[in-house]
């Protein structure tokens, strides 16, 4: 309309129409929305509503629709009148990119309200059927000998003679109260069609994302079977029963030549290396704490009586699942380079709690108190085969291993003070599944 510079022209995301080949009026709102929102505004405003496309055809079923104007159209002779001034009327309007009132060929004011998206009309909301007797002269007045062929009609109003009656029932508006209708539609479908567009966005952005989640999995399936396959590999190269054989065998040489301590160590080992090869379906805190207590008890052997170690766990817990190996690396880590940079005896405390959701291991040792990072400027200078470098790389890995299947949250977090000591807590969600990433 002259009176307002503003119109339905939305704008959205360029990208996202660069991804769509087609787009028309019905792919941004459906025809059922349609003629839902056609409904609504008709049921406010009293005015009738066709939406057509960008050729001027009718996509929506006609709503509140004038006796008058039902009975032209149901005229196969003045049908084509009809559809030509609706089409005019929103071309008028897909012109201008503006709002356009205008008088049909048989005198009624109507309003045409065009849909553009990022400078693309694809159709426009019609609507009116009303009688209006204060209009300025400046408005539109579509010819009453308007046709598709370009041939002229016969006057309307004579064609219309026999509908004058129902013409005179039309609803009567001033032209400020036409306008100001008009206004309010216009805001109402620009809204609808920037929140139909938002939405279509969001749809094709988590369609996206799930796309990229769906290539994610199967990359990590991939992934999971190479690494299934490789633990094929070595436990069939580390069968359970020939590395128990193995030991046994070497146990009882020890007890024929009398080597009391040597098969004290062999057992020793046994139970720690066949717990490790135990290919169990869940690991529970009691599994666990036994492989820490058969860590200690080999190395109580190599340190003789300078380890002391004190697990504290309320029972209730110990069949709760753990990740498998989840404190071990940490343990080793403590006790190494605990033993080698300080005379004094080792000793550590664990506690394992239930802290709301979570499992929480918190160890405390009389350790050197040196960081990770100071701990590597340390042992680089030996190199790659060192057991110190690859005790580190074991709780590097999992320290990563933690943070990647339950998030950043979870964390180890470290407490370091030198020359007295480390304080370490672990912590995991006591409802995990594993195999799931939680991030």
Do not use: W
């Amino acid at each position: 309309m002259a009176e307002n510079k503003n119109s339905a022209n939305i704008s959205i995301n360029e990208k996202y129409l660069q991804g769509v080949e087609q787009i028309d009026i019905i792919s941004v709102f459906g025809k059922k929305n349609l003629e839902e929102i056609q409904k609504i505004i008709s049921d406010v405003t009293g005015l009738a509503f066709v939406t057509v496309d960008y050729k001027g055809e009718p996509v929506t079923e006609q709503t509140k629709f004038t006796r008058f104007c039902q009975k032209m159209r149901q005229d196969k002779e003045r049908l084509p009148i009809c559809k030509l001034s609706d089409a005019s009327g929103a071309i008028i309007a897909a012109t201008s990119k503006q709002t356009s009132i205008y008088f049909c060929p048989c005198g009624l004011l109507e309003v045409a309200i065009p849909i553009i998206v990022n400078d693309r009309y694809l159709g426009g909301f019609v609507g009116g059927q009303v009688l209006c007797d204060d209009a300025p002269p400046y408005v539109m007045r579509l010819s009453k000998n308007m046709s598709a062929s370009g041939k002229d009609l016969e006057d309307v109003d004579i064609l219309s003679q026999k509908y004058k009656e129902d013409l005179k029932e039309c609803t009567k508006y001033t032209y400020n109260e036409f306008v100001s209708i008009s206004k309010l539609i216009e805001l109402i479908i620009s809204q609808l069609t920037k929140q139909e567009l938002i939405s279509g966005h969001n749809k094709m952005k988590n369609l996206n994302k799930i796309g990229e989640l769906e290539d994610k999995i199967k990359e990590l399936e991939y992934k999971n079977s190479l690494l299934k396959s490789k633990y094929d590999t070595i436990l069939r190269y580390t069968n359970i029963f020939f590395v128990r054989n193995i030991f046994n065998m070497l146990s009882n040489l020890s007890i024929i030549e009398g080597a009391t301590k040597t098969n004290d160590a062999i057992l020793k080992y046994s139970n720690f290396i066949t717990n490790e090869l135990q290919n169990k379906n869940s690991n529970t805190i009691s599994d666990e704490i036994q492989r820490i207590e058969n860590l200690i008890a080999i190395n109580k052997l190599r340190y003789e009586n300078r380890i002391y170690c004190n697990i504290e766990c309320s029972e209730n817990l110990t069949d709760i699942k753990i990740p498998f190996s989840i404190i071990l690396p940490f343990v080793q880590a403590s006790m190494y380079y605990s033993l080698t940079t300080n005379e004094a005896d080792y000793k550590l405390e664990i506690s394992i709690d239930n802290i709301e959701n979570d499992i929480v291991i918190k160890m405390e040792d009389n350790g050197p108190g040196l960081s990770i990072s100071e701990l590597e400027k340390t042992y680089k200078l030996y190199g790659e085969n060192h057991e110190g470098t690859h005790i580190l790389k074991s709780v590097r890995d999992m320290k990563r291993s933690l943070t990647d299947m339950f998030g950043k949250e979870y964390k180890p977090v470290y407490d370091y003070q030198e020359d007295i000591g480390t304080k370490l807590t672990i912590k995991y969600p006591i409802n995990f599944d594993e195999g799931i990433n939680y991030v």
